[in-house]
Structure formats: C-alpha cells, structure tokens
C-alpha cells in the first residue's frame, strides 16, 4: 500500500470549495470540490469513496489532480471529437439569405455561399443536416416532416 494522499487548504480554498455546494455548477464539480474538503479535513481516500460510492481509484484522481491543477481541475475538460466549423451566426446567415433572397439554393449551393461569403467550408450533407435540425430547410417556411395526422391518412 502507498503513502496516504492528504490534501491541505488554505481558508480562502476551503470557503471557495464550500461556496461550489450552492452554485450554480454540474453535479460532479460539486462532488469532487467536497472530496477535496474531505481529504483535507482528514478523511481517508477508502472512506470518502465508500461516502460517495465511487472507486478509491478516482477519488484518488480527483486528489491528484487537484494538487496538479488545483480550482481548474474541478470541472471537465473539452469534448473529443471534431469541433463545429461554423457558428450560429453562420447559420442564421444562411436562414436570411433563404427568406430575403428570391431565388432558390440547393444544399450544394448554400455551401458554396457559406464558404465564399464568410470563409466557412461545410459538406451539403453537413448543412442539410443542421438546417433541418434547425426546422429551417430550404426557401420555404414551415415544418420540416410532415404531420401526423397526415402521415395516417396515407396509410
């Protein structure tokens, strides 16, 4: 068995560890800022995982990197995956361009658009994808799927 992980605390920490109990703040930042306070309050890391029902082995993380990182490493990290390559306003660009222009643009064109206008390169498939998801495809307005009520009276 290794040497025991303690964290120590200053006031200030400490207060601001207390403060995350009532913020405004994602449960696991809340969960991990009373762990640190545990550990410095002297219980031991097997202790404070039976509390939480967590794994020794990440209330261990926790401590770690809290003494690596320390405020910082209470909340989570970016995502992996591919980031989005437009903005909102990108898209509500798009939107103005389809109810103010009157010609009509394919998902083909309106990349080509995006791409020449703001300097934003998206596949049509990408943007078909987000407009729809947007209820905002192609020039008209309206719903994009069709309502049930008639979906029904096809059958």
């Known amino acids: 068995m ?3 992980i303690r964290v120590f605390l200053t006031r200030e920490q400490d207060k ?3 403060n995350l109990r009532t913020a405004d703040v994602p449960q696991k930042v809340k969960d ?5 306070r545990l550990n410095a309050h002297g219980w031991y890391v097997e202790k404070i995982a039976a509390h939480f029902n967590w794994t020794a082995q990440t209330v261990r993380e ?15 990290l970016a995502g992996r995956g591919g980031k ?14 389809l109810k103010n222009e009157p010609r009509t643009y394919n998902s083909f064109q309106l990349t080509q658009k995006l791409e020449s206008d703001r300097n934003v390169k998206l596949s049509a498939d990408r ?20 309502p ?5 009276a096809k059958k």
Do not use: M, P, Q
């Open 2 to 4: 290794g040497a025991r």
């Open 16 to 18: 601001t560890l207390l």
């Open 32 to 36: 991990r800022a009373e762990i640190i």
């Open 62 to 76: 926790v401590l770690h990197k809290w003494r690596k990182l320390g405020l910082e490493s209470l909340w989570e």
């Open 84 to 97: 989005t390559k437009y903005t909102e306003e990108d898209i509500v660009f798009l939107e103005e361009c």
């Open 127 to 146: 943007l078909r994808r987000v407009l729809k998801k947007r209820g905002s495809y192609g020039s008209e307005s309206g719903r994009v799927s069709r």
């Open 148 to 152: 049930k009520s008639f979906a029904n």
